[in-house]
């Protein structure tokens, strides 16, 4: 979220990368495109929420990022659709470019990604590396499980407070 990256950007981590840009949704398409041009600048840190994970073309247009490796995309957070963690993985490397993709987790935000009590994520945590990919993707679904329940509650709660509503009107 913002406030996290606004804390990471001032935080003395932050501060020791350099520059540190942050990108939201409630700037100007202006001020976008000029931040994602800026974000395949050599040395650039930039960082952007999950909504920019899809939608955004990066294209990086510097010869010595290209002969350096391209750009790096770092996925701090787990998305809730694996339909959105292969597009932000697309952000780089794209039309023949180089570039590489890299997520790095915190437990503790994971579990506030994927909304999973203490037990899970203890699972998690003591998953070795080649397990953790499949209790992400059983922590994802469950996630979105629950995601899907709600909305469906929140829509025929909606759909009943619209019949009473035009009931009201009709008498």
Do not use: W
């Not at 932000?88 to 590489?100: F, V, Y």
């Not at 890299?102 to 070795?128: C, F, M, N, T, W």
Request: charge should be negative; glycine fraction near 10%.
């Amino acid at each position: 979220d913002e406030e996290a990256m606004d804390s990471f950007a001032h935080s003395d981590d932050g501060q020791s990368l350099g520059e540190v840009a942050v990108l939201r949704e409630s700037f100007s398409r202006d001020k976008i495109s000029r931040l994602v041009e800026e974000a395949t600048a050599p040395g650039a840190l930039t960082l952007l929420p999950s909504f920019f994970g899809r939608g955004l073309n990066y294209m990086c247009l510097d010869d010595g990022v290209e002969r350096a490796g391209g750009m790096v995309v770092i996925q701090a957070f787990e998305s809730l659709s694996a339909s959105e963690k292969r597009q932000i993985m697309g952000r780089t490397a794209r039309n023949g470019k180089k570039g590489s993709y890299q997520q790095i987790l915190e437990l503790e935000e994971l579990g506030k990604d994927l909304e999973l009590p203490a037990d899970q994520l203890e699972v998690l945590g003591a998953a070795d590396a080649d397990s953790l990919p499949g209790k992400l993707k059983e922590g994802r679904e469950k996630a979105g499980d629950q995601l899907l329940e709600k909305l469906s509650r929140d829509v025929e709660a909606a759909r009943a407070s619209h019949a009473r509503a035009l009931q009201y009107r009709e008498a």
